[in-house]
């Protein structure tokens, strides 16, 4: 089995069924919503609804009775199916959001992805991405007319008749690579990270460009490291705020570091010894960083990262 199936990233998985409510029109959404078997994950400044106690999950809203029970259809997006329900998200632009029962909390994911299981963090990672999407294309990017949702919330449409431009949900391809060579990776920090974090070097996919051609341009551009043959490992949604992680692997073709364009404070190489006794502080767990990490660290080494970083307090 290809490692992306057996272990998917944190985020990714079908979690949703997309396919089996695509045809909600308005009428389905309403009846959804007046059987009282429908879910509401509400997102205010960008953080989702959870339950800390006993043990973190996801807080799903029902309509009935709480703070959204007279929400228009029109302000809500449709998710998809979900544990046997029809699930949906809305933003909430109030200063303050509105007070969630059993203890619940507004989280950010970002933070809280990792204690979640693993198909409620997807589930609420959607939730974020497409109220992203919403917020980003109230108006027209043609013409600057008001836009208006179809399809149950996942469309917009410019309400000018003479442009009608419609707008669907887009992610932006970025590439994030660890480059290693023989018992060393190299890895990177920026300014504003906590003192002493490093990671792969990452950045977004130029039009006309490959993400070979993609991961090879970024490693130089930031590092001045020519990157080799590259090999993809696994992806990752990324919702912060509509990325798609792309991973992969390169050899180096060369060792010596230039910081030219100053988008890293700093770049090092980092033996496996270095890495095992915590010198850098490595990427959250959750993140595809790690894993990249992870999975190479692992192939060479006796003990598996995941435990020395738990003897080293970064698990």
Same mark, same amino acid.
């Given at each position: 089995?290809?490692?992306?199936?057996?272990?998917?990233?944190? +985020? !990714?998985?079908? %979690? @949703? *069924?997309? =396919?089996? #409510?695509?045809?909600?029109?308005?009428?389905?959404?309403?009846?959804?919503?007046?059987?009282?078997?429908?879910?509401?994950?509400?997102?205010?400044?960008?953080?989702?609804?959870?339950?800390?106690?006993?043990?973190?999950?996801?807080?799903?809203?029902?309509?009935?009775?709480?703070? +959204? !029970?007279?929400? %228009? @259809? *029109?302000? =809500?997006? #449709?998710?998809?199916?979900?544990?046997?329900?029809?699930?949906?998200?809305?933003?909430?632009?109030?200063?303050?959001?509105?007070?969630?029962?059993?203890?619940?909390?507004?989280?950010?994911?970002?933070?809280?992805?990792?204690?979640?299981?693993?198909?409620?963090?997807?589930?609420?990672?959607?939730?974020?991405?497409?109220?992203?999407?919403?917020?980003?294309?109230?108006?027209?990017?043609?013409?600057?007319?008001?836009?208006?949702?179809?399809?149950?919330?996942?469309?917009?449409?410019?309400?000018?008749?003479?442009?009608?431009?419609?707008?669907?949900?887009?992610?932006?391809?970025?590439?994030?690579?660890?480059?290693?060579?023989?018992?060393?990776?190299?890895?990177?920090?920026?300014?504003?990270?906590?003192?002493?974090?490093?990671?792969?070097?990452?950045?977004?996919?130029?039009?006309?460009?490959?993400?070979?051609?993609?991961?090879?341009?970024?490693?130089?551009?930031?590092?001045?490291?020519?990157?080799?043959?590259?090999?993809?490992?696994?992806?990752?949604?990324?919702?912060?705020?509509?990325?798609?992680?792309?991973?992969?692997?390169?050899?180096?073709?060369?060792?010596?570091?230039?910081?030219?364009?100053?988008?890293?404070?700093?770049?090092?190489?980092?033996?496996?010894?270095?890495?095992?006794?915590?010198?850098?502080?490595?990427?959250?767990?959750?993140?595809?960083?790690?894993?990249?990490?992870?999975?190479?660290?692992?192939?060479?080494?006796?003990?598996?990262?995941?435990?020395?970083?738990?003897?080293?307090?970064?698990?």
């Amino acid at each position: 089995m290809r490692p992306d199936i057996e272990r998917p990233n944190v +985020f !990714a998985g079908p %979690h @949703v *069924d997309r =396919l089996k #409510l695509s045809r909600a029109d308005s009428d389905t959404v309403a009846l959804a919503i007046a059987e009282g078997t429908a879910r509401l994950i509400p997102v205010w400044r960008s953080r989702c609804p959870l339950i800390r106690m006993p043990s973190p999950s996801a807080f799903l809203l029902e309509f009935a009775g709480g703070p +959204f !029970a007279d929400i %228009h @259809v *029109d302000e =809500l997006i #449709l998710l998809g199916e979900y544990g046997g329900r029809a699930v949906f998200t809305t933003e909430i632009e109030a200063d303050v959001p509105p007070p969630l029962a059993d203890g619940a909390e507004f989280a950010d994911l970002r933070l809280a992805a990792s204690l979640l299981p693993h198909e409620e963090a997807g589930l609420l990672a959607y939730a974020r991405a497409m109220v992203s999407f919403r917020h980003r294309h109230r108006f027209c990017g043609s013409c600057g007319a008001p836009t208006r949702p179809q399809q149950a919330g996942r469309m917009m449409v410019c309400t000018n008749e003479g442009c009608a431009t419609e707008f669907f949900p887009r992610v932006d391809p970025a590439i994030i690579v660890l480059i290693t060579q023989g018992d060393r990776a190299l890895l990177g920090r920026q300014a504003g990270w906590p003192a002493g974090r490093y990671s792969t070097i990452a950045g977004f996919v130029e039009p006309g460009e490959s993400l070979e051609d993609a991961v090879r341009r970024e490693v130089l551009e930031e590092t001045g490291v020519v990157a080799g043959a590259t090999s993809y490992q696994s992806s990752q949604p990324w919702p912060f705020p509509r990325s798609l992680m792309l991973g992969f692997r390169a050899e180096a073709l060369s060792t010596d570091i230039h910081l030219d364009d100053e988008e890293l404070e700093d770049a090092r190489w980092f033996s496996r010894a270095e890495i095992a006794a915590g010198t850098p502080l490595l990427p959250f767990p959750q993140s595809i960083a790690f894993r990249l990490i992870e999975e190479w660290y692992d192939a060479g080494s006796v003990r598996p990262l995941a435990e020395e970083t738990r003897l080293h307090g970064q698990g």
